[in-house]
């Protein structure tokens, strides 16, 4: 039991969680797993990412090419950050920023869409890299209008083939555009690219890997897997509306599930390295996955929204684990099931169905 209802009873603990579900806006059963998480030790996790990611990653870093084959030439594509920012911490801001100038691959363009941020300091900022970099566009916003139009106002800034979508307070690995560009090479067909990633504390420790499977849209229904980082091909993102108004929270989401109509096999590529670190602090869904109640909201009704625009015979429910979602599906007829057999062996099975299960006569036989 979590150590901070240890001296309490069920109905008291009770009362205490859902009071502090809606004082967070979040699911109270949510919450409750996530307590219950808490009481279970993590034997060494920092420790062994640190030990994967000197003994594999420094590897795998160090075998990539000084000055790529297609640092330079016609055929290398541009790629398009978008890059929303809101009252953003400056030194995460700065660091985030830094993070995209340090890149192995220079065919970039980082366009930055500030939602009409309070903090003065923030413009400052954005302002002092826009003169250092002709390569960082900026527009600042009159009002506020959220993620999904912060975004959308960044993406009015792109010229590249392809867009990559990075948050305000995280960092890309330095080599990531360098190792998307080449998967953009080698296949230029690719509407969609997305990466591994981990997480990153306030004191730049990194931790919680997530290494991803490969394309799976049954998967995406049900959680969005891809998340950090996605690239995909910008001519795809406009033509189904860019984002949607409404989906804040679960912005990303609900795009790739429009995106998914025209996605397959061939034209997606997983990139099974950890090109992202998703910054973990107070607040943020990478810190506690309920922090953000309405993301959970947003994307239940995004996985809702595309059952129905595809005309699927099914509905969406709350999943048991946080920011995710079960689907059912309608079944209109029942299965009918027929054993058909020409083999004598097979006798028993016919009994077994007839008469009821156990059958002896079918042990007998097999």
Request: aromatic content about 10%; glycine content about 6%.
């Amino acid at each position: 039991m979590h150590f901070k209802f240890r001296s309490q009873g069920k109905a008291k603990v009770l009362q205490v969680i859902r009071e502090e579900a809606r004082d967070s806006g979040c699911n109270w059963r949510n919450l409750a797993l996530q307590h219950y998480a808490r009481t279970f030790v993590k034997r060494k996790q920092t420790s062994d990412y640190s030990e994967w990611i000197r003994t594999v990653e420094a590897k795998r870093v160090a075998s990539y090419p000084d000055s790529p084959d297609l640092a330079k030439g016609s055929g290398r594509p541009l790629i398009s950050i978008i890059l929303p920012t809101y009252n953003t911490d400056i030194e995460l801001l700065s660091s985030c920023i830094d993070s995209v100038l340090a890149q192995s691959y220079s065919h970039w363009e980082l366009c930055i869409a500030d939602d009409s941020s309070r903090q003065a300091q923030v413009k400052s900022c954005l302002e002092k890299y826009q003169k250092l970099d002709q390569r960082i566009k900026v527009v600042f916003r009159t009002e506020n209008g959220h993620i999904s139009a912060a975004s959308n106002s960044a993406l009015s800034l792109a010229g590249g083939e392809y867009v990559a979508l990075l948050d305000h307070d995280d960092t890309l690995a330095p080599f990531a555009l360098q190792r998307v560009a080449q998967s953009i090479v080698d296949n230029p067909q690719l509407l969609l690219l997305y990466s591994d990633e981990d997480k990153i504390d306030e004191q730049g420790v990194r931790f919680d890997p997530h290494f991803k499977p490969g394309w799976n849209p049954d998967l995406l229904l049900s959680q969005n897997y891809i998340c950090h980082l996605t690239v995909l091909h910008r001519a795809l993102v406009e033509r189904i509306g860019r984002f949607r108004a409404g989906l804040e929270g679960s912005q990303d989401h609900d795009l790739l599930l429009r995106c998914m109509p025209y996605l397959n096999q061939e034209n997606v590529a997983h990139i099974p390295e950890v090109l992202y670190h998703w910054r973990a602090i107070s607040g943020s869904t990478a810190q506690e996955s309920c922090a953000k109640g309405y993301a959970a909201s947003a994307g239940l009704r995004a996985v809702s929204d595309y059952l129905e625009s595809e005309g699927l015979k099914a509905r969406a429910l709350p999943g048991i684990a946080p920011n995710s979602y079960r689907v059912r599906w309608d079944i209109s007829d029942p299965p009918f099931g027929k054993l058909a057999h020409s083999n004598p062996r097979w006798l028993g099975y016919t009994e077994a169905l007839r008469g009821g299960y156990p059958c002896p006569n079918m042990l007998s036989q097999f």
